[in-house]
């Protein structure tokens, strides 16, 4: 019996969610379905991204299809999986996005799919998804496509025209990882269109001779996803990749998706699912290394086994390490130093910078931007406060580390 659209909905709405690629604002379930009322905060698809400006963002997160002829271990929708499978076409899709956006429910669309005959005729689907909602119906919401690495670049170059983000997901951290567990996709390939995609985008925001203008070809640039805990890679090699794939392909973001044990596994898959914290902290670190000037060897040198310490944030961790370094002078220490103090942000500095040319700061002017005082106070010094020889205490870590809970057994 074919499915309906509402029953396709709840299917490619939910094989959606293992995509990491746009953030979604955590909260409890509550589904009207079962006790009534309106609404629900975990069906039909809609989840919620951030612009730089701090906006929430509602997409339409869905997959064209979850049937893959590819067969990854860690995919749910691999081909040898038992999942219940559905399909849209493309004119159902387009039909979706826009009742949505007409009733106010989103603001654009995020699309990924399986991969179904191949990957040109799947990256086709998407294209004419993306090309039908620009063209025919001129619309200006956002658009998130998931390009197939493996289809050909003029599809891909095609996509960039109306998409406004592009992801080519790497997968996995390293290329023994991939051949292991997903032997039919080549890192390679996934390299070679991402260094095709980059090319793209710098040549199209070049300005032209004649009109001076830009062409408009993936504005918001290309992302990435890798899943974390599936192949033993520790959180070294997983920073290594990262830094590899900013500094060579230009990424806007890499996100790191926390495996998560699916039906039917694979024997060669972890049979428990890594700690969520360790997902946490390595966006703590991979912020750390884009935007504070840290290496990726002062990260991760806190472990002996490449992995970072789960009990504190990685900046925290490395400034217990380089007592040395400290206390810094918030009236005096350049930009980079106080970029390392545990507590301050990019804001938080550029804010001091700028108001330390009219006055010496003191303790009262870093509590009036909502810094916390306990964690700053045994790193600096400010013209009411010196931490004396805090930063020397041997029980320090012990001040800033959670404090354990009592567990219940019922």
Known sequence: MRKSLKERLAILSDAAKYDASCASSGTTKRDSGASGGLGSTEGAGI???????????????????????????????????????????????????????RRNYIEGLFLSSGIIRSSDYTMEQLVRIARELRVTHNFRGYIHLKAIPEASPQL????????????????????????????????????????DLRLKIEAASEPTLQTKRRKRF?????????????????????LGCSANLYGSYGLRRVYYSAFSPIPDSSSALPLIKP??????????????????????????SSQTDGMLD??????????????????????KADREKLLRVPGFGTKTVKSLLSARRFRRLRMDDLSRLGVSIK????????????????????????????????????
């Open 218 to 238: 993936v504005p918001a640039g290309q992302s990435t996803q890798m899943i974390v805990g599936a192949d033993g890679a520790n959180d070294a090699a997983i």
């Open 275 to 300: 700690p969520l914290m360790r997902e946490h902290r390595l966006y703590q670190a991979d912020w750390l290394y884009r935007f504070y000037g840290f290496g990726i060897d002062e990260i991760t």
């Open 47 to 101: 989840c919620h991204a951030y612009a730089p400006d701090g906006r929430c963002i509602s997409l339409l997160k869905i997959l064209l299809t979850n049937f893959c002829i590819f067969d990854c271990a860690y995919c749910v929708n691999r081909s040898s999986s038992n999942v219940e499978r559905a399909r849209f076409t493309p004119e159902e899709v387009v039909w979706l996005v826009l009742e949505f956006y």
């Open 310 to 331: 789960l009990d504190l944030d990685p900046k925290l961790s490395w400034a217990l390490r380089h007592r040395g370094e400290f206390p810094v002078d918030i009236n």
């Open 156 to 195: 891909i170059e095609e996509a960039g025209l109306y998409a406004d983000r592009l992801s080519l997901n790497i997968e996995l951290p390293t290329d023994a990882g991939v051949a292991r567990l997903a032997p039919e996709k080549k890192p390679s390939g996934i390299r070679r269109s991402m260094a």
């Open 375 to 410: 964690k700053v106070q045994a790193f600096i010094i400010a013209e009411d406060w010196s931490p004396r020889r805090l930063i020397d205490r041997p029980d320090l870590r012990q001040m800033f580390e959670p404090q354990p809970e009592q567990l219940r057994l019922l």
